[in-house]
């Protein structure tokens, strides 16, 4: 066990946060101010079979100089009945399960079929693509095409390059690129990191100015299409319920695309007195539990409205 430093990125920033290394390749990072809670850092994009066993990081973190209040985990695809006895909630993905793209594509609503088709007859070109110079530029290009996404100030946007080229350079080796061409003009891409079954999406991301010719619909196509060649069954999309009652299109893009809500759990392990007490009074959800959905929903849209006035200005 060593107490170490690491590197994490968050909303396209990145700080260095206190770790316990545990074995040659893995690194349990803290984060929080009043309560310190720990994670294996980057989880959600390890394959399973390299996470040491749960029980065994909760009793090498006992013993760690780090300060630390809660250990938190999560199962992952496709292991989704509970298994540990520690406190446990439920998380929430948004997944696309098929065998053939046969079957994804009759499943995906007749919108989102539609779109994939006019992405093809709008001469959208969909390939697997290397991790080069060039295909940063293009990324770079898409970053730059526009300040906003979904009502927010984008956080990517005004990158340069060597910033662009090191946020996506993470997990090179088990990674999949899929650009979405127009002539010879990159105008979308995803990237895929990819395990035995599941492959996730880190980024699918394109052009506003080219909306029309459905490149985003075409990649998603293409990313089937590859997991189907690679034998994997499972395509993961984040979240798919984001715990407000406000509206979601990004949750109905996903539904029309194939992908339904499953369920994983996540486990909270107190390691401290302040740790068991947070987990009995809630704090480990953020005080983001404690407002009204409904107050909450209210906040963020005027929140996004705020945040559109101030760009245009």
């Excluded at 209040?69 to 399960?97: C, G, H, I």
């Excluded at 090179?172 to 990159?186: M, P, R, T």
Aim: charged share 25%; hydrophobic share 40%; aromatic share 12%.
């Amino acid at each position: 066990m060593v107490e170490d430093l690491v590197r994490v990125s968050h909303k396209g920033k990145s700080r260095l946060l206190p770790a316990v290394k545990i074995g040659a390749n893995t690194a349990v990072v803290v984060s929080g101010h009043f309560l310190k809670v720990a994670a294996v850092h980057d989880e959600y994009w390890l394959d399973p079979k390299h996470i040491p066993d749960p029980t065994a990081i909760v009793e090498t973190l006992k013993d760690a100089e780090v300060k630390l209040d809660l250990f938190t985990f999560a199962q992952k695809l496709p292991d989704t009945s509970p298994r540990y006895s520690y406190y446990m909630e439920w998380n929430n993905l948004a997944v696309a399960e098929f065998e053939s793209y046969e079957q994804w594509f009759k499943k995906i609503n007749q919108g989102a079929r539609y779109s994939v088709k006019k992405s093809i007859r709008e001469n959208v070109r969909t390939e697997i693509v290397e991790f080069t110079d060039e295909l940063v530029q293009g990324i770079s290009s898409i970053y730059n095409d526009s300040p906003v996404r979904q009502g927010k100030s984008f956080w990517h946007y005004g990158k340069d390059f060597a910033a662009v080229k090191s946020d996506n350079s993470s997990y090179l080796d088990k990674s999949v690129f899929i650009g979405a061409f127009y002539g010879d003009e990159l105008i979308g891409f995803i990237k895929l990191v990819c395990t035995d079954t599941v492959a996730s999406i880190m980024q699918i991301l394109s052009k506003t100015s080219y909306f029309s010719k459905c490149p985003t619909n075409a990649l998603l196509a293409k990313a089937v299409e590859t997991c189907v060649t690679r034998r994997i069954r499972y395509l993961v999309y984040a979240e798919y319920d984001y715990g407000t009652s406000r509206h979601s299109g990004l949750t109905d893009f996903k539904r029309n695309n194939g992908f339904d809500k499953v369920d994983i759990p996540r486990y909270y392990v107190p390691v401290s007195l302040k740790g068991i007490l947070s987990l009995k009074l809630g704090l480990h959800k953020g005080l983001r539990r404690f407002i009204p959905l409904s107050v909450l929903s209210e906040v963020i849209a005027l929140r996004e409205k705020l945040r559109r006035l101030s760009i245009r200005r």
